[in-house]
């Protein structure tokens, strides 16, 4: 390898540890060429990388991206399986630890969790932890169980006073007592006060009748009145006739006896 192109591969690492917060540094010695592929398939899934370094090139890399804490990981053959952004760092610490476990060969020294160091030990058991969703919902269930149980704590109180209530109404009732059923509803009510109000204006138009009934025979008693004033006024005047008629027919047969 010339100059330039090591130069240009330490420039390139250096890179990569800079913008990778999470890498697990493995040795891969004794792996088929088969292993390798199917690792590095499980381990794109989980969105990582799996890169075979030189340890030379990387330590240089490693000084210049100020990872010096790796250097001391960077011994035998290395490989090492760098996390994306968007990876699942769980689960890459899985895959190695299922393939360490079936190949009996590979072995995990350590790397870097979220820009912390971490030995073979921490890796193994970080590959033990539930997936990113399994967590997620292991956390929103924290997180509601408290309010689930405030709730409950809450209802519980009016649960428990409606029981009572119940209970109450049932022995009343059990000893006749009908008091509670006999006792107007509100929809009840208002047509028992539109009843009463009808009752009492009943009474009013009763009266204003009565009292045209009363006015009226004052107005026939008035016309009589009236006659009995004409005729007592036209009566003496027939009579004073009268009389003096008679007087008349009496006189003359005086006259003529005379």
């Known amino acids: 390898m010339q100059r330039t192109e090591k130069e240009q591969v330490v420039a390139e690492l250096a890179e990569q540890l800079r913008s ?44 210049e991206a100020g990872a010096e804490s790796l250097l001391a990981l960077l011994e035998g053959p290395t490989a090492i399986a760098f996390v994306e952004a968007d990876g699942d760092p769980v689960g890459v610490a899985k895959a190695l630890s299922d393939t360490a476990k079936e190949t009996k060969v590979l072995a995990l020294r350590g790397g ?12 193994e058991e970080l590959a033990k932890l539930p997936a990113p969703e399994v967590i997620k919902s292991q956390l929103v269930g924290a997180i509601v169980a408290p309010l689930t149980q405030l709730v409950a704590l809450v209802a519980a109180p009016l649960r428990d006073l ?34 009463d109000e009808a009752d009492e204006v009943a009474p009013v138009e009763a009266v204003a009748d009565e009292a045209d009934e009363v006015e009226e025979p004052e107005s026939e008693a008035a016309a009589p009145a009236e006659d009995v004033v004409a005729e007592a006024t036209q009566e003496p005047e027939a009579s004073d006739e009268a009389p003096a008629a008679e007087d008349a027919e009496n006189a003359d047969p005086g006259t003529e006896e005379e």
């Not at 891969?28 to 398939?41: A, K, P, S, V």
């Not at 969790?113 to 921490?122: N, P, T, Y």
């Not at 022995?171 to 509100?186: C, F």
């Open 162 to 195: 409606v029981g009572v209530i119940d209970a109450r109404i049932a022995q009343l009732e059990e000893g006749g007592d009908t008091s509670g059923s006999a006792a107007p509803t509100a929809e009840e009510a208002p047509v028992e006060a539109v009843a």
């Open 112 to 123: 870097t969790l979220s820009g912390r160091s971490i030995s073979g030990e921490d890796v």
């Open 20 to 63: 990778t917060d999470s890498l697990i540094i493995a040795d891969y010695r004794g792996l088929t060429n088969t292993q390798l592929e199917e690792l590095r398939g499980k381990l794109r899934s989980s969105g990582a990388r799996f890169q075979i370094v030189k340890n030379t090139l990387t330590r240089r890399a490693a000084s």
